[in-house]
């Protein structure tokens, strides 16, 4: 009887076993899951997280790329304040120097120049410097003036080209280090890396990446309107210049006939 009720302690005793462990096993789970969702709850959400999870390398990229916006920004809202048609070519200018050229007042013609000082001015002052000499020397003064112009504007708005051509190359060199990242991170665990391991670097090159294209787009698409605004003003400046001459050139044909 003895050996009966050990038998049957033993019987009672393995469901409980069982019972335990299930719990036990249970209660893991439980955890490993609640676990899962705060590690998941840890990765990086938000938009400054984000820029600034690729590490030190990530974060310096990332202030360059800033610093190039801040200055194309800078560069852009200058440029409309300047390259605007009132401020190149003032109006009545033309006209006015035109009037004191056919009054025969060439002091006028300086006096009006130097009051409006501007692109058509300082054109205009080429010309008037060179009347003595006939309508050849004013032509190629008109010309040298207009070229030394257009090419200090150009000039002028070269700088957003060189921004635009820069911030891709500072992302794909953020690009580039961030995936040197993420492979050393699988060489150095034979293979085994698991993706938070390798977040970090992805995020880099990633990142990196759409801040140079978000700073390369808008300076290239300005350097474009802007180009093609001086090219406009320059040929208006250049029939205004004809035009303010053009009694002195027919008079110098009238000679040639």
């Not at 019972?19 to 899951?33: D, E, P, R, V, Y």
């Not at 007042?105 to 058509?120: E, G, I, K, V, Y």
């Not at 060199?173 to 670097?201: H, K, N």
């Not at 090159?205 to 090219?231: C, E, M, Y």
């Amino acid at each position: 009887m003895k050996t009966c009720r050990l038998s049957w302690a033993q019987r009672l005793r393995v469901p409980a076993l069982g019972i335990l462990f299930s719990t036990l096993a249970t209660n893991c789970s439980q955890i490993m899951g609640q676990e899962e969702t705060a590690s998941a709850s840890e990765a990086p959400s938000g938009l400054m997280s984000i820029i600034f999870s690729g590490g030190v390398v990530g974060a310096i990229m990332i202030f360059i790329l800033l610093a190039l916006s801040m200055t194309a920004a800078y560069l852009i809202f200058d440029h409309l304040m300047t390259i605007r048609l009132k401020d190149l070519m003032p109006e009545g200018l033309a006209d006015q120097v035109r009037d004191a050229l056919i009054a025969g007042d060439p002091n006028a013609a300086r006096q009006a120049c130097n009051a409006r000082p501007s692109f058509l001015a300082f054109v205009l002052m080429h010309g008037i410097a060179e009347l003595e000499f006939g309508w050849t020397a004013v032509e190629k003064s008109l010309e040298d003036a207009l070229a030394e112009q257009s090419a200090r504007l150009f000039r002028k708005i070269e700088y957003l080209s060189v921004i635009g051509n820069i911030a891709p190359m500072v992302g794909l060199l953020g690009t580039v280090t961030g995936m040197i990242i993420a492979f050393q991170e699988v060489a150095s665990t034979q293979g085994m890396a698991s993706a938070p391991q390798l977040a970090r670097g992805i995020y880099q090159a990633l990142i990196t990446t759409v801040g140079g294209l978000i700073v390369a787009i808008p300076s290239i698409g300005a350097f474009a309107i802007f180009r093609n605004r001086i090219d406009q003003f320059v040929a208006e400046a250049a029939f205004a210049a004809q035009n303010v001459f053009a009694p002195l050139r027919r008079k110098a044909k009238r000679k040639a006939d």
